[in-house]
């Protein structure tokens, strides 16, 4: 099960040159924490990035949202990665037919793919969605997760759906290295999928709107999964953004060593 296996060693398991070089990253940098920008201003999701970059492998954006987008700000982003060594996660979900997310990803004000090392999906259109990014974003060496699960109250992301989800996934794994789930499914031969879980918090289990937070360690021990998606538990309420990125970088690295040393 390769949720026994660090992420060193899956990392050779791996085709997609972004699935190889995140779980490197992750392994080199002890980290498995992506934090949610969910910013609308340029200025604070620099510097958001800027002071959690040193305990993140992922940097997760919502790009729409952002007010006064510009260039410059996927130029200033795409720097401090590199500075700071972590990815780009742009959490697009795109929702569409396959010519339409084609057009979404790879053009339009925001260029996706030109910058985003991951972005996501729902499979709510059917395979086409997937056919459409991966002719966009494969050229580029980038990676898709797909929309498994969702964290939220009432969900209809489960069930049936999920296993469909999955067997769109096994068919493009050149491209499709991972979802967004709230736990690891069983692996058939082969699989080696990334699991990216949101909703995880330290502190709390809920906020009032649906969302419902689990503690990292039963989302990376318990669960199986491989990255912890935290946001205004970092940032939020005037928190100390750099100090409670380490307090959750510890947390998650802690029962990842935990998991493949049982």
Same mark, same amino acid.
């Given at each position: #099960?390769?949720?026994?296996?660090?992420?060193? !060693?899956?990392?050779?398991?791996?085709?997609?040159?972004?699935? +190889?070089?995140?779980?490197?990253?992750?392994?080199?940098?002890?980290?498995?924490?992506?934090?949610?920008?969910? /910013?609308?201003? +340029?200025?604070?999701?620099?510097?958001?990035?800027?002071?959690?970059?040193?305990?993140?492998?992922?940097?997760?954006?919502?790009?729409?949202?952002?007010?006064?987008?510009?260039?410059?700000?996927?130029?200033?982003?795409?720097?401090?990665? +590199?500075?700071?060594?972590? %990815?780009?996660?742009?959490?697009?979900?795109?929702?569409?037919?396959?010519?339409?997310?084609?057009?979404?990803?790879?053009?339009?004000?925001?260029?996706?793919?030109? @910058?985003?090392?991951?972005?996501?999906?729902?499979?709510?259109?059917?395979?086409?969605?997937?056919?459409?990014?991966?002719?966009?974003?494969?050229?580029?060496?980038?990676? %898709?997760? /797909?929309?498994?699960? #969702?964290?939220?109250?009432?969900?209809?992301?489960?069930?049936?759906?999920?296993?469909?989800?999955?067997?769109?996934?096994?068919?493009?794994? *050149?491209?499709?290295?991972?979802?967004?789930? #709230?736990?690891?499914?069983? *692996?058939?031969?082969?699989?080696?999928?990334?699991?990216?879980?949101?909703?995880?918090?330290? *502190?709390?289990?809920?906020?009032? #709107?649906?969302?419902? @937070? +689990?503690?990292?360690?039963?989302?990376?021990?318990?669960?199986?999964?491989?990255?912890?998606?935290?946001?205004?538990?970092? =940032?939020?309420?005037?928190? *100390?953004?750099?100090?409670?990125?380490?307090?959750?970088?510890?947390?998650? @690295?802690?029962? =990842?060593? !935990?998991?493949?040393?049982?």
């Amino acid at each position: #099960m390769s949720a026994s296996l660090s992420y060193l !060693e899956r990392s050779k398991l791996h085709s997609n040159p972004t699935a +190889k070089a995140f779980l490197e990253l992750m392994e080199r940098k002890k980290s498995n924490l992506s934090v949610a920008a969910d /910013l609308n201003k +340029k200025a604070a999701l620099i510097e958001l990035a800027d002071k959690v970059g040193p305990y993140i492998c992922l940097l997760k954006t919502h790009i729409d949202v952002v007010e006064d987008f510009d260039q410059d700000l996927v130029d200033q982003l795409t720097a401090l990665a +590199k500075k700071h060594d972590f %990815m780009i996660f742009e959490d697009r979900k795109f929702a569409d037919i396959g010519n339409t997310v084609k057009l979404q990803y790879g053009s339009g004000i925001y260029k996706i793919a030109s @910058w985003s090392d991951i972005t996501n999906a729902h499979m709510v259109p059917g395979e086409g969605i997937v056919q459409g990014l991966r002719e966009v974003g494969l050229p580029l060496n980038r990676a %898709m997760l /797909l929309l498994a699960e #969702m964290s939220s109250a009432g969900t209809l992301a489960k069930g049936d759906y999920t296993v469909k989800t999955v067997e769109v996934a096994r068919k493009y794994k *050149d491209f499709v290295v991972g979802f967004i789930a #709230m736990e690891r499914y069983a *692996d058939k031969e082969g699989d080696d999928f990334i699991y990216m879980t949101p909703g995880v918090g330290l *502190d709390q289990t809920s906020d009032g #709107m649906g969302q419902q @937070w +689990k503690h990292p360690r039963e989302v990376v021990f318990d669960r199986g999964c491989d990255v912890i998606i935290v946001g205004r538990g970092i =940032y939020g309420n005037g928190r *100390d953004a750099a100090k409670e990125a380490r307090r959750y970088q510890e947390a998650g @690295w802690d029962a =990842y060593v !935990e998991r493949i040393s049982k």
